[in-house]
Every structure is written in C-alpha cells, then in structure tokens.
C-alpha cells in the first residue's frame, strides 16, 4: 500500500509539502505542486489515513447527519442520500445518527471530531453550544422551522379538499408519540385553514398502524367522514381500505389527502392524492450551509416561505378532480 513517502518520491517534492496537501492545507501551495501530488497519488493508488488526516486537521473529513426519532421513511431516506452524494462530493463521508440521549449523542459526536454536523433535530441550547465550541459546522432544523412548515402543510391539505368541494374535514393522526412533533402543527395547520373558510372540522380521529386500527378509529368516528386530512400516506392507505370495506364511495363520498408523495401513495388502488415538498431544494440548501465557513442559518420566516411555496398537490384518486386543477400551491 502506498504511502505519502511513496507519493513526495513520485513527484519529485519533500515530504512536509505532500503530506500538508494530503492533509487539506492546499491553499499554501501552487496549482501546479497540488496537480502534481494528486496525479502521484492517483498513480500509486494512494488513499489517506483517516486519523491522520483528524490529527493534521483537529477535524475529520466526517459529516454526522442527526435524524429525529420518527419513522425513518422513503422521503427521509431520498433527503439523506441526496446529502451524503452531495458531501461526497466535497470529499467528506457522511454518517447517520439517531438522536436519543444528549449524553451520549455529544459522546458519539465529539468523538470523531466531525468536520459538520446536520441536525434534522433539534439540539438542546447546551449542546449546541458546545459543538460550536469545538468548531464544528452546523446545520440545525429549528423546531419553530418545523412547526410553521408542518403548519403550512396541513393548510395546503385543507385548501385542496375545501377546492374539491368537501363540506367537513376530519384530521387522521398516528397513535405513535414519536410522530406528535409533527402531528400536531400539521393538524393546526388543516383547522386554522378551514375555520378561516368557514368548513366545519370534525374530531381528530387518532390511528394506530396495526391490524384493525384504521377500522377501530373509523368505528369511534361513528359516522361516515367528507375530507380527511392524513397526517401522512401510510396514514392515509390504511384508512382508504377501511372506508372502501364499509362500501364508502371514494372521491365521491369520502375524500382522503395523505403528505410524503410516497411510493405507496402512487400504487395504492386507487393512488392517494398527496402534498409533495422538494426534498432536493432541501438537501442543496443543507449542503450549502455545511460547506459555509461558519455554517449559516435562514431566518425562520424566510426559511419557512422557500419550503412552502414549494409544496404542491399531487392529485390522485382519493380527491374530486377540481374545474381548474392545478398541481401545485
């Protein structure tokens, strides 16, 4: 296996200059001495030392991606690997973490002297803190992001299926307590919507994802629903066969509006109509951040607008097809 003293030989150069270019200090040199090492050290197949490199740098050429504890979904894991092709890119390698305890998510993290970190999370003021004190660039999802886009959401499923001509709409939430930080500005959002257009919201009917739990919410409904606004697809493709067994006509009758624009809302039979974000918008404006020198946060209102004027309606089945049909806000 080759190494730097391998390299600085083939190219002709010492070996303080090969191993500082190696070692991410290329600015202090000429195009033409960075040209040469990296052509020597693709010729001899050489590939640096992760921890040298961390002891060269104080940092690692590693990106810690922070997911919250919800279901770990196909959008969510479409934004993930838009982010670790896109640091790759940048020659960083990126590494998934599930927030749990603050102890040991710091440990983790701290550990391996990460270059960034990517909190789709929100961190404790504390351990924020502390992680800038270490220099590390971050890039944090602020829970008041969260909620006013979660908002933004439920309003967008609210206009859709008042547009469709639905007279009441009912809000489907999961029973999972990891899901509620999301669940419920999402519900805000459907009720602030339709209050303000004078529709009349029904009670929240809660859901669990088992056998017999669509059924079992729509049996304490106790009535035959208009609009449902589903806190996501799942959600939604398991109470579209609940309200199809009890011969329920959809979109006539009942219409159902799920969130994620998931696979599973294209196959179902009949597909879910759907809100759709733009996951790469997000995942480019991660990438930014993280590369910035610091790291750089949006204002959470401005932050807020770009999501939401992205967000569009994927018409399915499951909702009347409107006179003017537009496939987006």
Do not use: C
Request: glycine share 8%.
């Amino acid at each position: 296996m080759a190494t730097s003293a391998d390299v600085a030989s083939h190219a002709g150069l010492s070996r303080s200059t090969v191993s500082q270019i190696l070692n991410g200090r290329e600015h202090l040199f000429t195009e033409e001495t960075i040209a040469r090492v990296r052509a020597s050290a693709a010729a001899l197949g050489y590939r640096p030392s992760l921890a040298g490199r961390t002891l060269a740098r104080g940092t690692s050429d590693i990106v810690i991606t922070v997911l919250p504890d919800v279901t770990f979904n196909a959008r969510l894991r479409e934004l993930v690997d838009l982010i670790t092709e896109g640091v790759g890119a940048a020659g960083l390698t990126n590494l998934i973490r599930f927030s749990g305890s603050e102890a040991l998510l710091e440990d983790a993290i701290l550990g391996l002297k990460p270059y960034g970190v990517v909190s789709l999370a929100p961190l404790p003021p504390a351990q924020r803190e502390r992680l800038l004190g270490q220099g590390v660039h971050l890039v944090e999802q602020e829970q008041q992001l969260q909620v006013e886009i979660d908002r933004a959401i439920g309003r967008l499923q609210a206009q859709h299926l008042i547009d469709a001509g639905y007279d009441e709409i009912t809000v489907a939430l999961p029973i999972a307590a990891r899901e509620q930080s999301f669940a419920a500005p999402r519900e805000a959002g459907v009720q602030e919507w339709a209050r303000a257009h004078g529709v009349e919201v029904g009670p929240t009917m809660h859901v669990a994802l088992e056998r017999g739990g669509a059924a079992a919410a729509l049996d304490r409904l106790g009535r035959r629903p208009s609009g449902i606004a589903a806190y996501n697809d799942d959600l939604a493709v398991a109470l579209l066969g609940a309200v199809l067994h009890r011969g329920w006509v959809v979109p006539e009758e009942v219409g159902l509006i799920g969130i994620d624009n998931s696979p599973s809302a294209l196959a179902s039979t009949p597909s879910i109509t759907t809100v759709d974000y733009d996951i790469a918008f997000s995942a480019r404006s991660i990438i930014q951040m993280i590369l910035q020198s610091p790291a750089e946060t949006l204002p959470i209102a401005e932050g807020a607008h770009l999501v939401e004027e992205r967000l569009r309606i994927i018409q399915g089945e499951t909702t009347r097809q409107r006179s003017s049909d537009s496939s987006h806000l």
